[in-house]
């Protein structure tokens, strides 16, 4: 994300210095930004500092005292006789379970279905747009058709395949489940990313490459990845966080079933701070998983920079 | 084209669209089924009886009001796509092209909240809501989701790639910067406009995990939280599921099939909205 949007500031800078200011009432350029500036104060800037305020309170919506408690939702998440703490270590394991089953196919799945509509052949945007419409449907409708599709007795999957598997209600087909109904509803994302990665890579390294010798595996390794670099970067670090959000398709499909083996961290979070409405802790619980994925993020960004040496 | 046999080439193509097509076609056919037919072994493809008893079922139950998610879905994703193109186009402009103090400063800080993830606002976010007095009502689905940067990124970046000439020729003959804005950068950024209404619809659409905490009246929901319902009251009824999730699909499916161009541009573009 940051990286993009780098190159993209950079080529901004570029075309203002050439061009003039334009000369305006002091006051008028603000009157522009205003209105969104409201609406981004009020819904990001506002409740991401109101949440850490919360996460010291022992913050219950139903009840007026909401008494200040220090670090007590943070320390409770570490101290394994708290209440929170067998379920919140449980739905954060669901999470990596499932970010570690689903990212490295929704890497390479998308990547194989780029390369393929990157030839040029007629019928080529008619089968990209094939490709991408399930991800143009919402979680929920995904969700209710792939409970449907997937349940034990009554569904389809099972009534085609030979065998019959519990793919709702018991490990390891439950992240089975989860992770093909992600991989097959969101990987039109990525592949239209990459497409449009591919596509700005200049053919002639390709005709140099081929002038060299070596074959399209040598291709592959040493103009497409290379040239995919920046693209690379971005997906990588988007589809772990994507991942790591996971909610509505557990809360549909699996509805964290066996017994809450498949509830993710999100799940959880949502469930203590929405519907039991004990939000101190679960603002603890989120900044928590933030502090986590940016720990990843920048591992990767690293791992990015050191393959540049 | 590099050497490829076609037929082996097409093989491959369609019988991988069938895996995505396959099951969009299935929930299809099942909301004309009855629901003894929809969980039949081996399963009937098409309808035996084709009925629209599920969709009179939907219909007839004061509880599930689809026709009230329906359009409570459209003016929810209809009112923020048009939020969005008036306060991310005008900011963007700003951020574009006017001089002014503080513009470094709030273009960081945009850039900043990338990094926060969602799911961080959603608990101080309802609590906001609720001061606002907006819970259970469409304006939590509408407002707080045009906070979003990628409208701002996006329009900024489609601006500063437009030539300066046409600017510069209504600054000389006296326009001021809104009358710059509005007649002549606004009409040169259509396509960029419609790909943001688009993206912007379709995640309004989509949206689940905000409606089913800030929505509870069965006549407030917009169409996911009310699939999540339809799954608890019709559990295997699955014809009245998928005539359901037919509502909820068929609108995006259409908008996606006029405005494909703008879609995958705008994913190809951004990835932002993550």
Redesign the interface.
Known sequence: ??A??AV?EQ??TK??AA?R??R?G?L???L??L???A??A???????V??LW?SLHDWD?LLPGKPFVGLDNYQALFDSSSAVFDFFWESMSATGIFTVLSVPLLLAVPLL?AL?LN???P?R?F????????Y??????I???????L?P??G?VN?ILPGSAPWTTALPWAWISLVGVTV?WTL??NA??Y??GLQDIPRELYEAARIDGGGKWAEFRHVTLPGLRPVLL??VV?TI??S??M??QS??ITQGAPGTETRTA?MY??QV??RDYK?GS??AM??L??VC??II?AFVFRLFREKDA | ??R?RPVA??T??IG??L???A??V??LL?AFKTPGE??R???TVFPQEPTTSAFDTLMGNDQTPVLRWFLNSVLAATGQAV?VL???S??A????????RG?RL?FG???A????????????????VDRLGWLDTLWALI??G??G?FG??FL??FF??LP?EL?EAA?IEGA??WQ??TRVVLPLSKPALATLAVISF?TN?????WPI?VLFSPEVFT???G??I??GAYT?N?PV??A??LV??IP??L???VA?RY??EG???S??K?
């Open positions: 994300m940051a993009d949007l993209r080529a901004g075309q203002r061009g200011p334009r305006t002091a008028t350029p603000y522009y930004v209105p969104y500036f609406v981004f009020t819904f990001v800037l506002a409740p991401a109101y949440g919360i919506y279905i393929m030839r040029s052949f019928g945007t089968f990209r747009a094939v490709y991408f419409a399930p143009v449907l919402g979680v929920a409708v969700g209710v058709l792939w409970r449907f599709l349940d007795n009554l389809l009534a097959w039109g994302f239209v990313i497409l449009a971005f997906v988007n966080l994507l790591a959000n909610f509505g809360y549909l999100i979070i949502a701070g929405l939000m679960a603002a989120s900044y998983l933030t994925l940016l993020s | 084209m590099r490829v080439w097409y491959v193509l991988l669209s895996i995505f097509i099951p969009l299935w929930m099942t929809a969980t072994v081996p399963p939020l008036a306060v991310a005008m900011a402009y700003a951020l574009a092209r006017l001089e002014f513009k709030i800080m945009i850039i909240t990338l990094f926060i993830p969602s799911f961080v606002l959603i608990i101080p976010n309802f609590l906001i407002v707080p045009a906070a940067a701002v990124f900024r970046q500063l790639s300066r600017e600054l001021n910067s710059i804005f379709l659409w989509n949206d689940f995990i905490y169409l996911p939280p699939l999540a339809l799954q295997i699955y599921i998928m359901g999730a909820a699909s995006v499916l908008l996606f099939m494909q879609v995958i994913v190809s573009r990835g932002l993550g």
